[in-house]
C-alpha cells in the first residue's frame, strides 16, 4: 500500500495569510506515459462529506477559489492557500489514487490564528 | 448534478452486520465506480473498496477483505455496503463516493454521498 504522510497535523494562520501544507507518499504516484502525477487534495468541514479541491496534483477542480494551488511530483507534493479566508477552516487530505488500496493522508487541520 | 442519498444512521451489536444503501440520481450509474470511505470519530479517511456496476466485481481493501461486500444494483441505481462481524471499532462514519472517471477505481472521487453514522455498541 502507498502511505501518504502529511505535514503538519495542524496550522493555525492569520487571516490574509499563506497556508502551506505538505504531503508525501510512500513511493511516487507519477505516471511517466501520460506524465501525470496520481494526487487528489481535499478539504473536509466539520459535518460534511469531503470536496475534492485538486487532481493530478495542480488541477484545480472547477469552482474553487484561484487562492488555492497544488504542486509538487512523484513523492512530494504541497497544497498553499495563498491568503487564508475564514471559509477555509477545515481540514485537509491529500490522496493518491496511483493504486488500489486507494490512501489517503491523516489530514490537516487548518485553523485562524 | 449526481447526487448520491445513504441510508440513515444504525445502531448495531458487536458481532452483528449492517448494510449500508447508496442511492445515485442524475447521472450514469453503471460505468462510474462507487466507493466506500469511513470516518472513525475525529479521524481520518479509510478507503474500504468500490465497485464499477456494469463490471460487478468489487475491489476491497486488505483489511477489509473477508469481512466487507459491495454490491449495486443497476435497476435501482443504488450501491450496497455490507459489514460483518462488527466491533465497536467499526464505528465510523460511512461514506460513499463515487469516481470522478469511468471505468476505473482508481480516480478522485468528486461526489460523495452525506454519510451514515453506524455505532456498534453493546
Known amino acids: 500500500d502507498i502511505v501518504m504522510t502529511q505535514s503538519p497535523d495542524s496550522l493555525a494562520v492569520s487571516l490574509g495569510e499563506r497556508a502551506t501544507i505538505n504531503c508525501k507518499s510512500s513511493?511516487?504516484?507519477?505516471?511517466?506515459?501520460?506524465?501525470?502525477?496520481?494526487l487528489t487534495w481535499y478539504q473536509q468541514k466539520p459535518g460534511q462529506p469531503p470536496k475534492v479541491l485538486i487532481y493530478?496534483?495542480?488541477t484545480r477542480e472547477f469552482g474553487v477559489p484561484d487562492r488555492f494551488s497544488g504542486s509538487g511530483s512523484g513523492t512530494d507534493f504541497t497544497l498553499t492557500i495563498s491568503s487564508l479566508q475564514a471559509e477555509d477552516v477545515a481540514v485537509y487530505y491529500c490522496?493518491?489514487?496511483?493504486?488500489?488500496?486507494?490512501?489517503f493522508g491523516q489530514g490537516t487541520k487548518v485553523e485562524i490564528k | 448534478q449526481v447526487q448520491l442519498v445513504q441510508s440513515g444512521a444504525e445502531v448495531k451489536k458487536p458481532g452483528s452486520s449492517v448494510k449500508v444503501s447508496c442511492k445515485a440520481s442524475?447521472?450514469?450509474?453503471?460505468?462510474?465506480?462507487i466507493n466506500w470511505v469511513r470516518q472513525a470519530p475525529g479521524q481520518g479517511l479509510e478507503w474500504m473498496g468500490g465497485?464499477?456496476?456494469?463490471?460487478?466485481?468489487?475491489n476491497y481493501a486488505q483489511k477489509f477483505q473477508g469481512r466487507v461486500t459491495i454490491t449495486a444494483d443497476e435497476s435501482t441505481s443504488t450501491a450496497y455496503m455490507e459489514l460483518r462481524s462488527l466491533r465497536s471499532e467499526d464505528s465510523a462514519v460511512y461514506y460513499c463516493?463515487?469516481?470522478?472517471?469511468?471505468?476505473?477505481?482508481?480516480?478522485?472521487?468528486?461526489?460523495w454521498g452525506q454519510g451514515t453514522l453506524v455505532t456498534v455498541s453493546s
Open positions: 490522496q493518491q489514487y496511483y493504486s488500489i488500496p486507494l490512501t
Open positions: 493530478w496534483a495542480s
Open positions: 465497485i464499477i456496476p456494469i463490471f460487478r466485481t468489487a
Open positions: 463516493a463515487r469516481a470522478s472517471v469511468e471505468s476505473t477505481v482508481v480516480t478522485p472521487l468528486d461526489y
Open positions: 513511493q511516487s504516484v507519477f505516471y511517466s506515459s501520460n506524465n501525470r502525477n496520481y
Open positions: 442524475g447521472g450514469t450509474f453503471s460505468t462510474y465506480a
